[in-house]
């Protein structure tokens, strides 16, 4: 109307008059005898706009209705699992300060490695949360709209209404973009948007999966090392065979959709493989289906990790056992320096301790006992000009490295600032009822 055309004050109120009166049977009803869904609305929303009925649609195409639409809740999405994902990296966040200087146990190839703590650990899992924080803004961001293009993508349509006046197309598609809430829409489409965006948007959401797949099956691993367990109820059952089992089921749970949402991804990739020339309809219902399932998979994954952080337990003994268990071959180096320190050969040393530490380790291997390397120690006389320092040798927090200061760092100047967006909508914990 702005632009020129013969529409009427009146026929625009009688059309926002009704948008909230929507017979949805009658839509069922047309949509039967119609075969196309929005068609059927169409009819329905002429039928309560009588007024209004012959400039419905006018120019515009189903495309027109369902991109733009698709555009609009893809981005309303993204705002609704954003605020999450914060929220589950504000938790973790917490944790990993409140056990930054906490020594654990280090795995490579799942064997043991070197110490690091276990708050250090946490900032590997709230890394890969945070990379998934920026993909999610950016992949919002990236997102335009379809806008007013036509039938082809040519605009043709919208040509012939404003007789040949390009400014007014390009006018028209500017104003309409810019009500539906985005900044830019695409230049070029065919009927529909390409669909190498809907790759774009499962992309980030299928990464995100992957992310809280590793960092489940973490706290699956150390709930079985019994050092680190998430939230388990006061009469929560573990299993019904076993009454002392505490089983890992919402880590489990996680794990599981995690799975699914990773897998969507491949529908938007071959759907985009195959959309022959302007587009093909084989895209529509899978769509459908893969989209709303994306957000919706990655929504009740965001909120079970969200509990499982506000509820992580530590078993400091526990760590500590295995620390004891490992560290004395850890510290065979400290030891070596040690005794060279004092006087001592290099060479004969590190023999004195391969013969000590093999031994010990046949303990622990072959007879299932504790690691008795530094027992062996003190009780050997060579070693006698560092016993008084054996017990600062072996002092986990020397083995960890700058990993405190690390945490510290990395929550200081990359975390908090990511998340101060959000800092409105972090709320309260979140109860799982299932």
Known sequence: QSLGLPITDEQIKEMEA??????????AEEEKKLRHDVMAHVHTFAHCCPKAAAIIHLGATSCYVGDNTD???????????????AR?????????????????????????????????RCCLWIQDLCMDLQNLERARDDLRFRGVKGTTG????????????HSKVEELDRLVTAKAGFKRSYMVTGQTYSRKVDIEVLSVLASLGASVHK???????????KEIEEPFEKDQIGSSAMPYKRNPMRSERCCSLARHLMTLVLDPLQTASVQWFERTLDDSANRRVCLAEAFLT??????????????????????DRRIR????FMATENIIMAMVKAGGNRQDCHEKIRVLSQQAAAVVKQEGGDNDFIARVRADPYFNPIHKQLDSLLDPSSFTGR????????????????????????????????
């Open 18 to 27: 009704n948008l909230d009166n929507i017979d949805f049977q009658m839509a």
């Open 71 to 85: 555009l609009i809740v893809l981005r309303d999405g993204f705002n609704l699992l954003l605020p999450k994902l």
């Open 88 to 120: 589950v990296i504000s938790r973790l966040a917490d944790f990993a300060e409140a056990h930054a200087d906490l020594p654990t146990l280090g795995f490579t190839h799942y064997q043991p490695a070197q110490l690091t703590t276990v708050g250090k």
């Open 154 to 165: 040519t605009q043709a349509s919208f040509l012939q209404l404003f007789e040949g006046d």
């Open 215 to 225: 960092i489940c099956t973490d706290i699956r691993l150390l709930a079985n090392l």
């Open 298 to 319: 990655a929504d009740i994954i965001l909120s079970t990790l969200q509990n499982i952080s506000e509820g992580l337990v530590v078993y400091p003994k526990v760590i």
């Open 325 to 328: 268990q490992e560290l004395p």
């Open 403 to 434: 990993a405190p200061q690390q945490v510290a760092k990395f929550l200081e100047e990359e975390v908090r600032p990511a998340l101060i967006p959000y800092q409105s909508k972090m709320g309260g914990k979140i109860e799982l009822t299932l």
